[in-house]
């Protein structure tokens, strides 16, 4: 089975600041990885997603991420916060495409 | 590309009553769709996966009797919750796998809120 956990349910950052969300994940085979990004009473934008290959995967709007396998972990980041990130992100991983997991979520808000 | 609509995208019914919410593929096929619900500020859990012409698969603790899942085409899954009562209320977001596409990413659909009172 899989899972996800998110640490950290709210991370606030100034303006500028990098941004570093943290996912850890377990799977008993090897993982597909995903963040996901919601903003308020919306459906979830895939941001990138990791399958095999390059461990480090670039997404949308600036955000990247790194595949590592001895700390199983999938933390997200981004160099420098913008305004409109605030939102609440998710972690995800599955198995065969159809079991997808989800974490708690992680509540980015930015300051000015 | 790889839309997913849903509709309504809120809903208010009273305690009792069936409400059907709509999950649709506009621009690819689907051959596997699932259906999370969401209570304010947790995560997203998976009710159930549905696939074109067949019986849904439900999650453990999931009542498939009172969350009836309908996907008869490619490009259409609904979700009817029968005798809604107030602790039904939640957002719902359906997902779409392309068929033929990559089997591990799923395009989600902006989600419904429904509100029983």
Redesign the interface.
């Known amino acids: 089975a899989q899972s996800v956990t998110q640490l950290g349910s709210h991370v606030s950052v100034s303006e500028g600041a990098l941004v570093l969300l943290r996912c850890n994940y377990s799977s008993s085979v090897p993982p597909?990885l995903f963040w996901?990004v919601q903003y308020p009473?919306?459906?979830?934008?895939?941001l990138l997603?990791y399958?095999t290959g390059a461990t480090l995967v670039k997404g949308i709007n600036g955000f990247e991420a790194e595949f590592k396998k001895s700390e199983t972990s999938f933390h997200l980041t981004k160099p420098s916060a913008h305004m409109s990130d605030a939102a609440e992100y998710?972690c995800a991983v599955?198995a065969?495409?159809?079991?997808?997991?989800?974490?708690?979520?992680t509540r980015l808000t930015v300051k000015p | 590309g790889a839309v997913v609509s849903q509709h309504p995208s809120w809903v208010i019914c009273k305690s009792g009553t069936s409400v059907k919410i709509e999950c649709r593929s506009l621009d690819f096929q689907a051959t596997t769709m699932f259906w999370y619900r969401q209570f304010p500020k947790q995560s997203l859990m998976l009710m159930a996966t549905s696939n074109e012409g067949s019986k849904a698969t439900y999650e453990q603790g999931v009542e498939k009797d009172k969350f009836l899942i309908n996907h008869a085409s490619l490009t259409l899954s609904t979700l009817t919750v029968t005798s809604a009562h107030p602790e039904d209320s939640s957002f719902y977001i359906c997902s779409a796998r392309m068929t033929g596409g990559s089997y591990n990413e799923q395009f989600f659909g902006p989600g419904t809120r429904l509100t029983v009172l």
């Open positions: 597909y996901y009473n919306q459906g979830l934008q895939l997603k399958t998710f599955s065969n495409g159809n079991d997808m997991r989800f974490g708690a979520g």
